[in-house]
T-cell receptor, first 116, second 113 residues
Framework: NAGVMQNPRHLVRRRGQEARLRCSPV?????VYWYRQLPEEGLKFMVY????????ESGMPKERFSAEFPKEGPSILRIQQVVRGDSAAYFC??????????????FGPGTRLTVL | QKEVEQNSGPLSVPEGAIASLNCTYS??????FFWYRQYSGKSPELIMF????GDKEDGRFTAQLNKASQYVSLLIRDSQPSDSATYLC?????FGAGNMLTFGGGTRLMVKP
């Protein structure tokens, strides 16, 4: 009965490289959310996806960041041309389908991105 | 004005005491309220959620919601050193306004033996 899985757990990139973060939701969950936690700051919503659809990306930076949740496979958060300010913990959460108003979100262990 | 506000703490309580954590929110139409616990370097772990005014109890934890005052709290009875963590209050927007959670900055709780 696996929970949300994320990989890699730690990722080191040099400025200008690309970072790809993966998230597999809880089995049966069809809603995926990505949040970012900067050092000493709170969690901030980035994007909400369902299979093959971006539902809400109001928290995503306009440039360099993209997300997808394909029909098959994990959700991917992609950061192009990383900068030092992208260093943060990136958490994925999932929730089951159905009445979205009350669904709890369960978090994965996170990917800690360090940009050198 | 921040959408979800929490006192950053640290809140220090002796072992066995009641810890009271508070949260206020700005969107009067918010429907769902969640408390997460986050240990240093770890991911948020859901403790409780509450939708209706009043109290909701689960073991040593009690969530309290007052929508008129836009206030939600978490009480931890018989606090243990293992409860030492940051407690995050999260609010889900009114139905149809999005599924994301808006988090407060968290309150750091320290339970001293």
């Amino acid at each position: 009965n696996a929970g949300v899985m994320q990989n890699p757990r730690h990722l080191v990139r040099r400025r200008g490289q690309e970072a790809r973060l993966r998230c597999s939701p809880v089995k049966g969950h069809s809603h995926v959310y990505w949040y970012r936690q900067l050092p000493e700051e709170g969690l901030k919503f980035m994007v909400y996806l369902q299979k093959e659809n971006i539902i809400d990306e109001s928290g995503m930076p306009k440039e360099r960041f993209s997300a997808e949740f394909p029909k098959e496979g994990p959700s991917i958060l992609r950061i192009q041309q990383v900068v030092r300010g992208d260093s943060a913990a990136y958490f994925c959460a999932s929730s089951p389908p159905g009445a979205s108003e009350y669904n709890e979100q369960f978090f994965g262990p996170g990917t800690r991105l360090t940009v050198l | 004005q921040k959408e979800v506000e929490q006192n950053s703490g640290p809140l220090s309580v002796p072992e066995g005491a009641i810890a009271s954590l508070n949260c206020t929110y700005s969107d009067r139409g918010s429907q769902s309220f969640f408390w997460y616990r986050q240990y240093s370097g770890k991911s948020p772990e859901l403790i409780m959620f509450i939708y209706s005014n009043g109290d909701k109890e689960d073991g040593r934890f009690t969530a309290q919601l007052n929508k008129a005052s836009q206030y939600v709290s978490l009480l931890i009875r018989d606090s243990q050193p293992s409860d030492s963590a940051t407690y995050l209050c999260a609010v889900k927007a009114r139905f149809g306004a999005g599924n994301m959670l808006t988090f407060g900055g968290g309150t750091r709780l320290m339970v001293k033996p």
